[in-house]
């Protein structure tokens, strides 16, 4: 199709107009954008729907293939992307979303993420970041400084020395449970003699090498899934990821640990790595992590602590004494879009000695070069925006006590509600909070009643009827969309290790008020009284009447 | 320290109050908002400052490791944020910064991504995104089609197939290209009998079960340096990351990929993967796709082609043609955030095959489970924010025709820039652009034309002394900030395949225009004149004229 001189030259112009023309403050996309500016709830609020589409309908809306040959109006566009995406989205937000690790956003991080994203920076290389550089190794050397408290003298010796790094920022804590157990992998199988480092030679002569048939990586079974990611990435294997039994308070038992490590060395298997969790993503709980680093100095190998949930927690004098023992880690994930209230995409691990991300070095001939202040140099990622700017904003404006404020108030939300559902007759209490995190069921006092008098088989029927009613009282809350929690399996020592399906609450946006809590869980009631929910509480009755 | 319950229920409302009330127009952070808005160019040239500070001044404002106790007032913050970290950021958008790979971004990016920002959705799972998922994966199978062209049929079958993906969306190319090589290894040490594949049973054992001592990648030696991080993470061993020979055109030579193919097999290491590059990141070069993926199939291994750069040349129906092959990769890497014109942290890797990515699919008790539609399954990122949305904004409102135009437009005024750097007499052409990149040096004709008759000895010595040439150059004129080529290191046949340093320019923005260029030429022979400089032509001009 030959386009004449013209109109070529007219689209051009319209291309340009698009680089270099503001949308009008009174265009449809302009009027959006005030409106976020002006209140972002109340505009969420309006504007995503409360009752939940099916999935199936939703993807009519985005089921064309093909990349659309003409450009669209920007009004047109955004009147498609208001009524079909943003009212399709999730209020993630909103003080009822007690299921989500994502909570209300400090409005300041809204103007601040787009001074980010108009400077459109590029952290691999100084040349592309100049004082985004410095800022996030300041930010990287202030949690440094939470989780290890190191003297003035070490971070003024190390904040800004190019040649190491006190950790790596990333898109998300999966990224940063990959980069500390790639450095682990790297530092434990580093060059010597002949041996020119598992980083050249890979995982094969690497096991030849140290003698070997493998490495293995040791976590509770409240583990995260990114660590079975891991162990596929890094040529270790999912099935040299030992998931350790917990104890009544889903915390690792070092006994269990203890045994495992033995058993692995007697197999030709080198503990790689040993993981704590501060603030497992199911429960909330942390393991012993005095205990484990005790461990896992004695056995010589790696301690890691994924504190991604948990981290913040050291923010608070009060409740920071949780966590004792993670200043011994080798490295610390924590997220920053989780607990630091940074929009989603930002994440971070934390290295005790500076020297250890030299084991995951690299460099290039246009970049990231040898001297040059490039963090691209230690990072799994390549191009990454300015995130850093926003945690160092929210370190900056909410300060320590502001942050310790936000921790202790959600462990005591958390601590209430635990409290409302053991009241409760027809709620039963599954996990305590340790954090801010718990679980619990919908279980009417007379089955709760039965159950402590069931054998083996009848607790295994009742819970199966259990399983289903939680999970029709999850989708049916979720559907309507004025609260969300949400819902996993745990296998409580109370009906003999076997999983059950169970709500979780996560106490996280300071606006969740004891209201809301008590309206959620009122919610629950009446679904639990639906049609399609009720049939199977009645058997429930008839079976426990029955026994 | 006890704090009365005064202050704390002060502090309390305080801090609800960042969570609940927007800033004031009025405010400094409202102010600027509204500025950038009104006129982001304008913005940026205003608060940028353009002489560059040294790295050590900036590193003053950001030495502080302890997080600062009390809160700050947003406008305290935001005055900070406007000397200390906008003024000393880089320029990125600016028409006369062709040395980088990012660009002016289109004006409706930014009122976009704030709804993006304000909406919070994590893509991990369906319950955290809802309709951004069904739009993740529209966007993935528009890629998709652009590269692969599969009919209707195809896309009907595979776009919304929750058990499968077309491809993975993730924070950037480093990304992608690592996680087309996992799926790539996982497939070619799948389970088979005994053998529960690599994913569960490690590289180790995966290098017993092929009976091999290991896997090789194959790339020219201009590939990537993510590649090698992917060697590494992987468990393959950056020696086995093979840099093949490229011709003049700095593509890969056949030849030489052949015979190292033949001698890998002969030394009992097994080609995971040839990769092909469309658009070079030093140089622009495309390799010959066609030849390689003919290859690919006589061997019987994996094809993988980075067009981070070069993917969207298929936008152009004038040079798609330049990238023909592409179609017959097992999975293509493409950045949005580089010729697609979406902010960082945006990539994506396609596969032809969408049971490819089932070699790398993964689950966990509480998301992601078995036969949701979350997409998390198929990514090697956990939690991930919603920038498919800004891809799709691209694709609707560019079009393809829009993105035909800047694609067209970029390989064009490179040409046109070649051509003023060839009648330039003080300046040599070193790569021509093939897409819209090219390298050159600064080059006096006597220079040049003592080159063309030395011999080995001689060429050297004039190379090295134009390399600092070309370094201080380079870092006087980024230093002045009125415009920036970045620089890297090649080695041309002309000169005995011997490194010489090069200046490196990007044609992508826009808004760059052919004066532009005209006065980057300019400057650049200005700061020759400079006396750090100077004297070292002054040498040059002695040494040829001696010669």
């Given amino acids: 199709m030959p386009r004449s001189k013209d109109s070529a030259r007219a689209n051009l112009q319209n291309l340009y107009r698009i680089f270099t023309v503001p949308e009008a403050p009174d265009s449809t996309l302009g009027r959006i954008d005030q409106a976020i500016t002006d209140n972002v709830t109340g505009f969420l609020q309006k504007h995503i729907v409360a009752l939940e589409n099916s999935l199936t309908d939703i993807e009519k809306s985005f089921d064309d293939p093909r990349i659309p040959e003409e450009p669209t109006f920007v009004s047109d566009y955004t009147e498609f992307i208001k009524e079909n995406l943003v009212a399709q989205s999730v209020h993630t937000a909103a003080p009822g979303f007690i299921g989500h690790m994502t909570s209300a956003l400090p409005y300041f991080m809204l103007p601040l993420s787009r001074i980010m994203i ?17 800022m996030e190794r300041q930010v990287l050397a202030m949690l440094h400084r939470l989780i290890y408290s190191e003297t003035d003298e070490f971070y003024r010796r190390w904040i800004h020395d190019s040649r190491y790094a006190l950790g790596a920022f990333c898109s998300g804590g999966t990224i940063a449970n990959i980069t500390a157990l790639w450095a682990a992998r790297n530092q434990l199988c580093a060059p010597a003699g002949n041996f020119r480092g598992i980083t050249n030679e890979g995982f094969y002569s690497a096991m030849q090498h140290l003698g070997c048939r493998g490495l293995a990586i040791l976590v509770s079974r409240r583990g995260h899934y990114s660590l079975g990611k891991a162990a596929d990435l890094l040529g270790i294997g999912r099935k040299n990821l030992f998931l350790v039994e917990t104890d009544d308070q889903n915390r690792i038992k070092m006994s269990s640990l203890r045994n495992q490590c033995q058993r692995l060395q007697d197999e030709g298997i080198r503990p790689l790595s040993l993981i704590g969790i501060a603030g497992t993503t199911e429960t909330g709980s942390v393991d012993p992590l005095e205990e484990m680093a005790d461990l896992a100095q004695e056995i ?51 290295f005790k000695d500076p020297a250890t991300l030299s084991a995951i070095e690299h460099h290039a001939a246009y970049i990231i070069r040898h001297g040059s202040k490039d963090l691209g140099s230690h990072t799994l990622e390549g191009s990454r925006p300015g995130k850093a700017m926003l945690v160092h904003a929210g370190l900056s404006i909410i300060g320590r006590k502001g942050y310790e404020l936000l921790i202790d108030q959600g462990i005591e939300r958390a601590r209430r509600f635990a409290e409302m559902i053991k009241e409760h007759p027809d709620y039963e209490l599954v996990t305590s909070p340790e954090l801010n995190i718990l679980t619990y069921r919908y279980n009417p006092a007379p089955v709760q009643e039965a159950l402590r008098r069931a054998d083996i ?14 999970k029709r009282i999850q989708k049916r809350q979720r559907e309507a969309g004025k609260s969300f929690v949400s819902r996993t399996r745990l296998a409580p020592a109370r009906y003999h290790d076997e999983t059950i399906t169970v709500f979780r609450a996560v106490l996280a946006n300071p606006l969740t008020t004891e209201d809301i809590l008590v309206s959620v869980l009122e919610e629950q009631c009446e679904w639990a009284r639906h049609p399609e929910i009720s049939p199977l509480l009645d058997r429930l009755q008839e079976m426990t009447a029955a026994a």
């Fill in 118 to 134: 108009a400077l459109n920076q590029n952290l691999v290389k100084v040349e592309t970041s100049k004082a985004f550089t410095p």
């Fill in 300 to 350: 010589g190998c790696y301690f890691h602590v994924d504190a991604a949930w948990g981290g913040p927690t050291l923010f608070s004098e009060k409740y920071r004494g949780l966590l004792r023992g993670i200043e011994r880690a080798d490295s610390v994930t924590i997220d920053a879009h989780k607990q630091l209230y940074v929009p989603m995409g930002a994440g971070m691990v934390l």
């Fill in 457 to 470: 088989e009848m607790t295994r029927e009742i819970n199966e009827l259990l399983d289903k009613v939680i």
